[in-house]
């Protein structure tokens, strides 16, 4: 079982050796393990017992290899005890070279640990086909490709290596999550890989095109997922997903002043919109009083409070007013009309960065399309 230590931002690999001889029964790491990862001793052990396997009464031996690299923290806790119980024979060995990174809880379920980027490329480099994270680093994972990423729950869901839901590779049904992605200058995103989208399956998704201030307009593409157990919930089933609201700050970091609350409302649930000059309610589910699925209710200033007619799941918009107006042509946004004409002659002439392994190529329309014009 193959495993990593970051040595900053880079992810170098580990081994996880695995020994089972007679003698007391016990765990013990080796490997130059520091305190916090020294403690999966008793991580490990707990969620393996918690899981309903049962170890033999045997002395075990953990090396994690090479054994002049420091090991900090608890992300080695997964492959520790994958690496377990196929060496108990209690579960069965990686029909491929695998790479697993988490910390467990006593429980056996997963917890996030940070670097799953570098960790991913390192897997990559390796000729690792298939990468086990927590599910709340999925995205992080699969924003390399020629991984095969598995964003697992729990220790039950790893040992099958089969996720209840793959991220993003194949799109999610949570509109909570925010991936905040900065398509500028030239920055290709490629969002579905062609051989998940051959497999089927449906995704359903929210995209949001926010105006940048002018004075950021030409900042380099970022790319930021926060999951969403770390975005506020303000209240049960009503989370904020930017900016700030309800007395409440996201910490996803924006450009603008807007706010966006993702909130999943009962039968006649009532929710008041936060106070903005610019507000708007889209209905992504069910309904509410006066508005169906797929409809944008805009608001002037002033009180607002929606009811839900059933049980729905809406997305609240707010905030102040842009910087002076916007001008869009095809999948082109900017302030300056002549940038758009810059960036179409960009398109054209191919100076747009490409996508490693992606060969389609989508012509410029010949015609603008139809202007989107609001009531």
């Given at each position: ?233 303000v209240e049960d089933g009503v989370r904020l997903v930017l900016g700030e609201a309800y007395g409440a700050r996201s910490p ?124």
């Amino acid at each position: 079982m193959h495993c990593a230590a970051l040595l900053g931002t880079t992810a170098l690999p580990v081994d996880v050796q695995v020994d089972f001889a007679m003698g007391l029964p016990g765990f013990f790491l080796v490997g130059l393990p520091d305190a916090a990862c020294l403690d999966a001793k008793v991580r490990v052990a707990t969620a393996v017992r918690n899981g309903k396997w049962e170890l033999p009464q045997k002395r075990v031996t953990i090396n994690l290899a090479p054994g002049d690299l420091r090991k900090e923290g608890a992300a080695y806790d997964l492959p520790i005890a994958l690496a377990v119980l196929q060496a108990a024979k209690l579960i069965p060995p990686c029909g491929v070279p695998t790479l697993a990174v988490g910390e467990l809880a006593l429980s056996g379920d997963i917890l996030p640990v940070r670097g799953v980027l570098p960790i991913a490329l390192l897997a990559r480099r390796l000729g690792i086909e298939c990468l086990i994270v927590p599910w709340q680093n999925g995205a992080e994972g699969a924003l390399v490709e020629g991984v095969r990423v598995h964003a697992v729950r729990t220790l039950l869901e790893a040992k099958r290596r089969q996720p209840s839901q793959v991220v993003l590779l194949a799109g999610n049904r949570d509109i909570n999550k925010m991936r905040l992605v900065r398509e500028l200058r030239g920055l290709p995103l490629k969002r579905t890989p062609p051989d998940v989208r051959a497999s089927g399956g449906s995704v359903s998704g929210i995209q949001l095109w926010v105006a940048l201030p002018k004075a950021v307009e030409e900042s380099e593409p970022t790319f930021a997922h926060t999951p969403a157990a770390d975005l506020p919930l303000v209240e049960d089933g009503v989370r904020l997903v930017l900016g700030e609201a309800y007395g409440a700050r996201s910490p996803v970091k924006i450009s603008s002043g807007m706010f966006y609350v993702a909130a999943t409302l009962k039968a006649g649930a009532r929710l008041r919109l936060p106070e903005a000059r610019e507000r708007a309610v889209y209905v992504a589910e069910g309904s509410l009083a006066g508005a169906a699925a797929g409809q944008l209710l805009v608001f002037t200033p002033g009180e607002v409070v929606v009811e839900a007619a059933s049980t729905a799941r809406v997305l609240v918009l707010g905030g102040e007013p842009s910087d002076g107006p916007r001008h869009m042509w095809w999948n082109f946004v900017s302030s300056s009309h002549e940038r758009i004409e810059i960036a179409k002659a960009d398109w054209k002439a191919g100076r747009f960065g490409a996508i490693p392994g992606e060969h389609e190529f989508i012509p410029l329309p010949d015609e603008p399309p139809p202007p989107v014009r609001y009531p």
